[in-house]
């Protein structure tokens, strides 16, 4: 089972950035889907963004395309959220989560992080 810990959350004012990180353990990182979702106050999970194992596919929520990127570096068991042009209704607990098919919907993915949270303020 793939281990997940998120670093890189923070507070930032409106339009500002930050680059959200995931380390995953053992060795079967290169051959999972990868994704990015978030959890504001009182507001269910949704997804963010996800990346395939050969980072050749990416896809993202329609809140955050153009503004966010996600990225992978397998030889490192990383994957990446660089966050640009924050807005304030990015504020949530952002979490990684594996999976092993492609996709969109959290109840695909098997295995999460403790997340990290963002704060933008106005």
């Known amino acids: 089972q793939v281990q997940l810990v998120e670093s890189g959350g923070g507070l930032v004012q409106a339009g500002g950035s930050l680059r959200l990180s995931c380390a995953a353990s053992?060795?079967?990182?290169?051959?999972?889907?990868m994704g990015w979702f978030r959890q504001a106050p009182g507001k269910e999970r949704e997804f963010v963004a996800a990346?395939?194992?050969?980072?050749?596919?990416?896809y993202y929520a329609d809140s955050v395309k153009g503004r966010f990127t996600i990225s992978r570096d397998n030889a490192k068991n990383t994957v990446y959220l660089q966050m640009d042009s924050l807005k304030p209704e990015d504020t949530a607990v952002y979490y990684c989560?594996?999976?092993?098919?492609?996709?969109?919907?959290?109840?695909?993915?098997?295995?999460w992080g403790q997340g990290t949270r963002v704060t933008v303020s106005s």
């Open positions: 989560a594996a999976a092993w098919v492609y996709g969109t919907n959290a109840k695909e993915y098997h295995a």
């Open positions: 053992g060795r079967t990182f290169s051959s999972y889907v």
């Open positions: 990346i395939s194992w050969s980072a050749s596919i990416t």
